[in-house]
């Protein structure tokens, strides 16, 4: 399954529910303005709650699921805007049936938007309303940038969201006959339940593998590579993947018990794992200073950046920016082992030489790897990445397949750079950590 | 882009419903509630306005005058039809596929009350 077909499969189904309801459209639904105002006031709940249900299915997370998507990345992408699309039909919902109300009356509409007495079926409509509005709007930055665990803990507000709004709903259907009602909304339901069971449930149970911090190397003051050791079975991975690191080191001084995604910067033929950690946040900083022996539980592996074959047996551009070097790390480990020749020219971008992540590895690749070129673009000898220093490093550009991964402003230079030199858009591929 | 059009339709939404509110403080009371001051109709009288072109029905011991309402309700007139000039709780409270009105239906009968209903 392609990422376009995956991602076509979801939002099908979660517009299933209002494509029945057009489909059951009604001569009188479209005999006034009023009829037509109430018809569509009806028509984004239905889709709103919809792809509100469809955005909490894809929140399971489960290892694997996410690859004909693209990788978890990819993935979240596609549950924000599904979340996005459900948050402004769900804001649209309630004006557009108070707008019909208001051909009858002044009263009628205030009746129809705010709830009075033990009025439950509005109460619920809007306990969900609000909760969406709270659980989303730091994901919008409604209220500035959002700190990383409280928007974690706040989006939980999600599920007593979508309960209310299922309350809400099968108390004033009434679109559909109520067969489609029971069917599509329960069975709709009883996915993200299961979604949301296995992420905060069986996942924490069984899917976290316990490891042990056998050594931190220090590649940079402000990187550490952790070597871990599996306490019990391994996890199986390919090059390139990440996982979410919860350390339970006692010493630590900030994100002890927490989750976080972090690339795998080992080869899959390893007996242990290698993750490959900067500094960028409070939970990150602080585990610069893990202690070796402690212990960590790895949940995963995630994402799909390179395609699944051991080898690649086309032409490879690789562009990495400062951290975003870690998936390429893992994968050139991986091809030293596997030994075959490859075809692939690295493009590593840097501020300067003093901040080129593991240097004397890929220049030992570069000599020991047959096919294996490293070209160094350091911005402040060279400027911004441009086509011209790609094209000349790079021969035969527009056949190779591009990966990038690195910053969000090198992310688009290098898109741009992959365009201007001819290589078609599917055969760009791009990795980046945002929100995950 | 995203963030700007989620931050627009939030205000929107916000703003459109304290005008509804402001309109509602705002506005003259449109409708006697006091029901003791309203005309008591029989079931024979309220038999007499039973066509689409004249409706009126009898609901929870009151009487609505429906006729001007009835091009507006969702379902097609005919549905109604059957109810006018009649005791019609039943067609309110299991209305398509057997389910109640909402609570905003209820509130909107207030506005086509003519009188109380006495068997």
Same mark, same amino acid.
């Given at each position: 399954?392609?990422?376009?077909?995956? *991602?076509?499969?979801? =939002?099908?189904?979660?517009?299933?529910?209002?494509?029945?309801?057009?489909?059951?459209?009604?001569?009188?639904?479209?005999?006034?303005?009023?009829?037509?105002?109430?018809?569509?006031?009806?028509?984004?709940?239905?889709?709103?709650?919809?792809?509100?249900?469809?955005?909490?299915?894809?929140?399971?997370?489960?290892?694997?699921?996410?690859?004909?998507?693209?990788?978890?990345?990819?993935? =979240?992408?596609?549950?924000?805007?599904?979340?996005?699309?459900?948050?402004?039909?769900?804001?649209?919902?309630?004006?557009?049936?108070?707008?019909?109300?208001?051909?009858?009356?002044?009263?009628?509409?205030?009746?129809?938007?705010?709830?009075?007495?033990?009025?439950?079926?509005?109460?619920?409509?809007?306990?969900?309303?609000?909760?969406?509005?709270?659980?989303?709007? %730091?994901?919008?930055?409604?209220?500035?940038?959002?700190?990383?665990?409280?928007?974690?803990?706040?989006?939980?507000?999600?599920?007593?969201?979508?309960?209310?709004?299922?309350?809400?709903?099968?108390?004033?259907?009434?679109?559909?006959?109520?067969?489609?009602?029971?069917?599509?909304?329960?069975?709709?339901?009883?996915?993200?339940?299961?979604?949301?069971?296995?992420?905060?449930?069986?996942? *924490?149970?069984?899917?976290?593998?316990?490891? *042990?911090?056998?050594?931190?190397?220090?590649?940079?003051?402000?990187?550490?590579?952790?070597?871990?050791?599996?306490?019990?079975?391994?996890?199986?991975?390919?090059?390139?993947?990440?996982?979410?690191? !919860?350390?339970?080191?006692?010493?630590?001084?900030?994100?002890?018990?927490?989750?976080?995604?972090?690339?795998?910067?080992?080869?899959?033929?390893?007996?242990?794992?290698?993750?490959?950690?900067?500094?960028?946040?409070?939970?990150? *900083?602080?585990?610069?200073?893990?202690?070796?022996?402690?212990?960590?539980?790895?949940?995963? %592996?995630?994402?799909?950046?390179?395609?699944?074959?051991?080898?690649?047996?086309?032409?490879?551009?690789?562009?990495?920016?400062?951290?975003?070097?870690?998936?390429?790390?893992?994968?050139?480990?991986?091809?030293?082992?596997?030994?075959?020749?490859?075809?692939?020219?690295?493009?590593?971008?840097?501020?300067?030489?003093?901040?080129?992540?593991?240097?004397?590895?890929?220049?030992?690749?570069? !000599? !020991?790897?047959?096919?294996?070129?490293?070209?160094?673009?350091?911005?402040?000898?060279?400027?911004?990445?441009?086509?011209?220093?790609?094209?000349?490093?790079? %021969?035969?550009?527009? !056949?190779?397949?591009?990966?990038?991964?690195?910053?969000?402003?090198?992310?688009?230079?290098?898109?741009?750079?992959?365009?201007?030199?001819?290589?078609?858009?599917?055969?760009?591929?791009?990795?980046?950590?945002?929100?995950? | 882009?995203?963030?700007? $059009?989620?931050?627009?339709?939030?205000?929107?939404?916000?703003?459109?419903?304290?005008?509804?509110?402001?309109?509602?403080? $705002?506005?003259?009371?449109?409708?006697?509630?006091?029901?003791?001051? $309203?005309?008591?109709?029989?079931?024979?009288?309220?038999?007499?306005?039973?066509? $689409?072109?004249?409706?009126?029905?009898?609901?929870?011991?009151?009487?609505?005058?429906?006729?001007?309402?009835?091009?507006?309700?969702?379902?097609?007139?005919?549905?109604?039809?059957?109810?006018?000039?009649?005791?019609?709780?039943?067609?309110?409270?299991?209305?398509?596929?057997?389910?109640?009105?909402?609570?905003?239906?209820?509130?909107?009968?207030?506005?086509?009350?003519?009188?109380?209903?006495?068997?």
């Amino acid at each position: 399954m392609t990422p376009l077909q995956a *991602r076509s499969l979801i =939002w099908v189904l979660a517009l299933l529910p209002a494509i029945v309801a057009v489909v059951m459209l009604r001569e009188s639904d479209l005999a006034s303005p009023e009829a037509v105002l109430n018809y569509l006031g009806r028509l984004t709940g239905i889709a709103g709650l919809a792809l509100m249900l469809a955005a909490a299915i894809l929140s399971c997370r489960v290892p694997g699921f996410d690859r004909p998507f693209g990788g978890l990345t990819k993935l =979240w992408w596609t549950h924000h805007q599904l979340a996005t699309a459900a948050f402004l039909l769900l804001l649209a919902h309630p004006i557009l049936l108070t707008l019909a109300a208001a051909s009858v009356s002044l009263d009628a509409a205030v009746a129809t938007l705010l709830p009075s007495g033990l009025d439950w079926a509005l109460w619920t409509g809007w306990g969900a309303l609000l909760l969406l509005m709270l659980f989303l709007g %730091p994901g919008y930055r409604f209220f500035g940038e959002p700190d990383y665990q409280r928007w974690k803990r706040l989006h939980r507000l999600a599920a007593p969201a979508v309960v209310l709004a299922l309350i809400h709903t099968l108390y004033l259907a009434r679109t559909l006959p109520w067969l489609w009602e029971a069917v599509l909304w329960l069975g709709l339901a009883a996915l993200a339940v299961v979604s949301i069971l296995y992420r905060f449930s069986w996942s *924490r149970r069984f899917g976290r593998r316990p490891y *042990r911090v056998a050594r931190v190397v220090r590649p940079a003051n402000n990187v550490v590579e952790l070597e871990l050791e599996a306490e019990g079975p391994a996890l199986t991975y390919e090059a390139g993947q990440f996982v979410y690191l !919860t350390p339970r080191d006692p010493s630590l001084v900030a994100g002890r018990g927490e989750e976080h995604p972090y690339t795998l910067s080992s080869a899959p033929g390893e007996t242990g794992l290698r993750i490959a950690i900067k500094a960028l946040g409070d939970a990150s *900083r602080a585990i610069q200073d893990i202690a070796e022996g402690s212990r960590v539980q790895v949940e995963g %592996p995630y994402g799909g950046f390179f395609p699944q074959r051991s080898s690649p047996d086309a032409p490879e551009l690789w562009i990495a920016g400062g951290i975003g070097i870690t998936p390429f790390l893992a994968r050139a480990r991986h091809l030293a082992e596997v030994g075959e020749p490859v075809d692939i020219v690295l493009i590593f971008c840097v501020q300067d030489e003093a901040r080129a992540l593991w240097l004397d590895e890929f220049r030992e690749l570069a !000599t !020991t790897l047959p096919g294996f070129s490293l070209h160094m673009h350091y911005f402040y000898e060279n400027g911004p990445l441009d086509s011209t220093f790609v094209g000349e490093r790079c %021969p035969n550009v527009e !056949t190779r397949t591009a990966y990038i991964c690195g910053p969000g402003p090198l992310l688009g230079l290098a898109q741009k750079v992959a365009h201007e030199l001819n290589i078609p858009r599917s055969r760009i591929v791009t990795e980046e950590f945002d929100l995950l | 882009m995203i963030q700007k $059009l989620t931050f627009a339709a939030f205000v929107a939404f916000w703003a459109s419903v304290a005008t509804v509110l402001a309109l509602s403080a $705002l506005a003259p009371d449109s409708v006697a509630s006091d029901t003791d001051a $309203l005309p008591e109709i029989d079931a024979e009288t309220l038999a007499g306005h039973a066509s $689409l072109d004249d409706c009126w029905m009898a609901i929870e011991g009151k009487v609505y005058d429906f006729t001007d309402y009835i091009p507006k309700h969702p379902t097609p007139p005919s549905i109604m039809a059957p109810w006018c000039g009649r005791e019609a709780t039943e067609g309110m409270r299991t209305k398509g596929y057997g389910r109640d009105h909402s609570p905003a239906a209820w509130a909107m009968m207030d506005d086509y009350l003519i009188g109380t209903y006495v068997d």
